[in-house]
């Protein structure tokens, strides 16, 4: 299946087979079957992930107003749906439009997940790194504490902590703080190794920049080894 390709990370092949799926669905099961709704949205998802931001958003342009039709607004596939596009927005480059789907989506999980659903957490999470692109650190920082006071209760939450705390970081790197951006990259780097897809890469070259600025080039010179290694 295209969900158990993906977690192989091999999102264009997923993206195709999914593709296939979302393009037959209407014909077999009909264009408002919550079948055909979810594997829509997969699709867009799968979209977003291998760079089409714009074939996902007009995907779930369409697909977000028939779900709240089909189901209802507190339903829980209509939050998934404004943060794969939110994810979308933010890739455009549209930035207000990707905050106010990431706040809705958020919205939309306050009533209907408990606050120690790990589904709260990624909500925060994704709202926060939006924040971050668009330079608003403070409501960023504010979007990262709620996602690691989530992480800190969810089940299997532990996983997630690593990649907060270097957002975190570079927040503070962001703010002209080194000292904390040092402090909250070398927590994360403690776990690393629970932390998936590229996100190792964008923590190491965190932490070169970070000597860069410090003139600590022996520090950063096998780190630098390191990320051409994974980048390859």
Known sequence: TAGAVARLGRYEQAAEMSGEVAKL?????GERHPNTIIRTT??????????????ARDLLDGNIPL??????????????????RGNAYREIGDFEASIRDHREGIAISADIWPDDDYRRGTAWHSLGTTLVASGRFEEA??????????????????????????WQGLIA???????????????AA??????????PLMLKSARVRLWMDRKAFDQARPYVEEIIALDD
């Open 67 to 84: 779900g709240i039709s089909v189901w209802q607004r507190e339903h829980y596939h209509i939050p998934h749906m404004h943060h794969i």
């Open 173 to 187: 790197y962001r703010n002209g703080d080194l000292e904390t951006a040092d402090s909250l990259y070398s927590e």
């Open 141 to 166: 920082t504010d979007a990262f504490d709620k996602a690691l006071a989530n992480a800190e209760i969810a089940e299997g939450g532990a996983r997630r902590i690593p990649t907060i705390r270097y």
């Open 25 to 29: 669905s209407p014909t077999v099961q």
């Open 190 to 199: 403690e776990e690393i190794d629970v932390m998936r897809g590229i996100a």
């Open 42 to 55: 997969n699709y867009a998802n799968y979209l977003e992930r291998t760079g089409h931001p714009e074939k």
